[in-house]
């Protein structure tokens, strides 16, 4: 299907660019790309690896397109004033946005897993992805973050893995609507709750996404996931979660600094399991996982083996490091789910929490800027501190007359410490000036790569 075709993708380095570029150019196509940031010289070691991998890299000035067989995979929402766009139309490319090349290329394999849900479709893909491929399974999977147990020398960027067994493990994005285009054997209901849609239009998406599989694996501690299985009759769905009903249930739970244990409830029969990722909320993904894995004929004792040694993502409670009894934690929480699991596992323990967030959007402010200010508002305590700088904006039209300040002013009002502080390196300024031993600052966005980076730069300089 893909054999000799040639892919350009305009914005490689994506974090849903990039793994999917792999994929295809292991189907023997031909793959090339551009990207902004390479453009303005920044993530380097990432487009040097996609050039390691025989992937032609252009600037984003239509120079990469040279004639109109080239398929061209764009953001269905970037303008046609971008170089590569206005180029693809003169000779007549063909364009796919990235998610209907994704689902062409999961719609046809033989099995199928996507996971959906508001927050930790990541995680719960790489548990997945992890659980079948040291079952033997040999999956494919596709992921929107570094999946620890796939990093090797050569595949330092591992968000992707190719495989040669019938699975296809990936997750689905319902920010685009996008989730709608896939038609998987299992499908993963993690949660539903306010991101980048309306709590209405996301109940029609999950639930289509939920009623399409053969099995559905659902959260049966989420409300909103709750009431929206109520209303459907599902065949063959299986149920996660704390709940006492729950098919996959966690009990006994013991929190530890770095991971967990439970005792996992599952087919009349009981399992103890021991995570190494910390948080409450990677014991729901960890049921989660196992319950899909089940699904598709892995064992529960299999399952939980192979979860046991699940190292966690890339920026997902990344413990970057310690210097003088200060650490400094990269995370994606992004929105008011992510952002609330996050300061759940800080404040299951002692010491004052720094936090550090970069909005991801402007668009994502108007949405969702009064939920952010309420999670910061009741997570945080009264000795601890909130920093915001100015959202994520690499170019192109947006409205910007409701900025970061309106999350900073609301929190202050709720009587917290938060900040506004424009430009990020002097957030980082203030944070090495703010830190003392015991604290723990956490640097929290998504959309940004270079987050990880300046989460390196503020611990190099609070050992100094």
């Keep these: ?77 970037i303008e046609d004033s971008v170089p590569d766009i206005a180029k693809a139309n003169a000779l007549g490319c063909q364009r796919m946005t990235r998610a ?24 719960v893909t790489g548990m997945i992805g992890w659980i079948l491929t040291d079952s033997g399974l040999d999956p494919t999977i596709m992921n929107g973050a570094v999946m620890k147990n796939f990093v090797a020398d ?74 929206l299985v109520a209303t459907m009759a599902l065949q063959g769905a299986v149920s996660f979660g704390f709940a006492a009903d729950a098919d996959f249930r966690a009990s006994d739970i013991t929190d530890l600094p770095l991971g967990s244990r439970f005792t996992l409830h599952a087919m009349d029969d009981t399992y103890p399991v021991t995570l190494i990722v910390p948080g409450r909320h990677n014991i729901a993904n960890a049921l989660a996982a196992i319950a899909a894995s089940v699904a598709l004929g892995v064992s529960v004792a299999q399952a939980v083996r192979s979860v046991e040694r699940f190292c966690g993502l890339a920026r997902r409670f990344d413990i970057v490091g310690t210097a003088n009894d200060i650490t400094v934690i990269d995370d994606f929480g992004h929105n008011p789910d992510k952002i609330a699991a996050t300061l759940a596992t800080l404040k299951a323990f002692p010491g004052r929490i720094i936090a550090f967030f970069q909005p991801h959007g402007y668009g ?63 957030c980082g300024n203030r944070m090495v000036a703010l830190a003392r031993p015991g604290d723990r600052i956490v640097i929290m966005g998504a959309r940004d790569d270079t987050l990880s980076a300046f989460a390196g730069d503020v611990l190099g300089r609070l050992g100094r």
């Design 1 to 77: 299907m893909h054999k000799n075709k040639s892919y350009f993708f305009c914005g490689i380095g994506g974090s849903g660019m990039l793994p999917l570029a792999n994929i295809v150019r292991d189907t023997n196509a031909v793959v090339a790309g551009s990207d902004r940031a390479l453009d303005q010289g920044r993530l380097g070691p990432k487009f040097a690896w996609l050039q390691s991998l025989g992937i032609d890299l252009f600037p984003q000035d239509g120079s990469g397109l040279i004639n109109g067989d080239q398929i061209l995979i764009a953001s269905a929402a």
């Design 100 to 123: 209907e090349l994704l689902a062409n290329l999961f719609n046809a394999a033989p099995r199928s897993v996507a996971v959906g849900g508001t927050s930790g479709k990541s995680t």
């Design 154 to 227: 050569d595949a330092p960027f591992a968000s992707a893995r190719v495989g040669q067994g019938q699975a296809f493990v990936s997750e689905v994005d319902e920010s685009d609507g996008s989730i709608a285009l896939f038609t998987p054997e299992v499908a993963v209901l993690n949660n539903v709750s306010l991101d980048h849609k309306t709590l209405q239009e996301l109940r029609q998406l999950f639930g289509d996404f939920a009623k399409k599989a053969k099995v559905c694996v659902w959260n049966a501690d989420d409300e909103e996931t709750v009431a």
């Design 364 to 426: 994502p402010i108007r949405v969702m800027g009064a939920e952010l200010a309420g999670v910061f508002a009741d997570n945080l305590g009264a000795d601890d501190h909130l920093l915001l700088c100015d959202p994520v904006y690499f170019g192109g039209t947006v409205d910007k007359s409701i900025g970061s300040q309106s999350i900073t002013d609301a929190v202050t009002a709720a009587g917290r410490n938060a900040e506004y502080i424009p430009s990020r390196e002097d």
